[in-house]
């Protein structure tokens, strides 16, 4: 029913567990497609199989990035990694631009997306980044937190149909410097980036925060993915 759409997903060792929260599951079923699991398997072959499979791609959220991807030497303040994961997805996302794949990148998403095309990110804003605000929120998951102000003239922008907005936030890495070929469209108060797109494809977005936890009450991030959907038709 509808496109395919693989989600990436997290693997504890501990517990040999792979999976995704249900959240995104449960969005993509209701925008009317249908989502398949991409497991952890960083080689080419995997990547290019899987991206012949699906109709489009959503890089979920997850644990930090791994400094080696963009160049950085670990500061104190970042959290685990797991790298298998960071070049999996890294090559997931080249692969789905190459194909003109629709790509969703959500939270860590929006940051491999980056990091896939040149740019990079703050390991830790707290250290990093005066005045900024609390992006770990101390709300529930499906509850909005902090305000954004998103760019109008954006393909963002026009699909929610808003300039500003509350949402969820559960982050402390962000982008730092945008990737070339891309564009910041939203930003919290703090000036932190909180959405990215880029001109040349049809629907390469990144969001920082978790649209697929608010869609059950949310009609604005219930539209973020049906138009997601649409674009993987
Ligand atoms: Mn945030």
Not at 34 to 63: C, E, F, K, N, R
Not at 135 to 163: D, M, T, Y
Not at 220 to 233: E, G
Request: hydrophobic share 40%; charged share 20%.
């Amino acid at each position: 029913m509808g496109p395919v759409i693989g989600v990436t997903t997290a693997h504890l060792e501990e517990e040999i567990n792979t999976y995704p929260r249900h959240y995104y599951v449960q969005a993509i079923y209701k925008s009317g497609a249908t989502p398949i699991l991409i497991p952890v398997i960083p080689d080419q072959d995997a990547v290019d199989h899987y991206m012949q499979i699906v109709d489009g791609l959503i890089l979920s959220g997850g644990t930090d990035v791994d400094p080696k991807y963009f160049g950085q030497e670990p500061i104190r303040g970042t959290g685990r990694v797991y790298p298998e994961r960071d070049s999996l997805e890294i090559a997931l996302a080249r692969k789905a631009l190459k194909l003109k794949l629709p790509v969703l990148g959500i939270c860590r998403g929006i940051q491999v997306l980056n990091i896939a095309f040149g740019g990079d990110i703050y390991q830790d804003i707290y250290s990093q980044v005066p005045g900024v605000l609390e992006h770990s929120q101390k709300a529930p998951r499906n509850s909005s937190w902090h305000s954004i102000e998103l760019l109008p003239e954006s393909k963002v922008g026009r699909i929610l149909g808003v300039k500003e907005l509350r949402v969820n936030s559960f982050h402390h890495q962000a982008i730092r410097n945008i990737a070339p070929g891309f564009r910041v469209v939203a930003r919290s108060r703090d000036g932190i980036i909180e959405g990215i797109e880029t001109e040349n494809h049809q629907f390469v977005i990144g969001v920082q925060w978790h649209p697929e936890a608010l869609v059950e009450d949310d009609d604005i991030a219930l539209n973020l993915f049906q138009a997601f959907i649409k674009a993987c038709y």
